[in-house]
């Protein structure tokens, strides 16, 4: 048992709410660039990430945070 959400499914297996929302993108998007960088290839376009983690709280800070890095001078002001 898990505390408040009662017994797991048959099998042992745990499901977690919001596994494909943010985290199965993200995954699919560092495993392909594993692959790319296996297979020694070069990836077709510049890639950028910005990754938070508060979306259940309104992902406080993160509109400062972009507005601050793209601003001019900021650290991705040329991204």
Known sequence: ?????GDFPSGGKLFGRGSTDDKGP???WLIIIEAF???KLDFPVNLLFLVESMEESGS???DNVVEKEF???GYLEKA
């Open 1 to 5: 048992k898990a505390a408040g959400y």
């Open 26 to 28: 993200a995954l699919a």
């Open 37 to 39: 960088q296996t297979l």
């Open 60 to 62: 406080e800070g993160l």
């Open 71 to 73: 601003a001019e001078g």
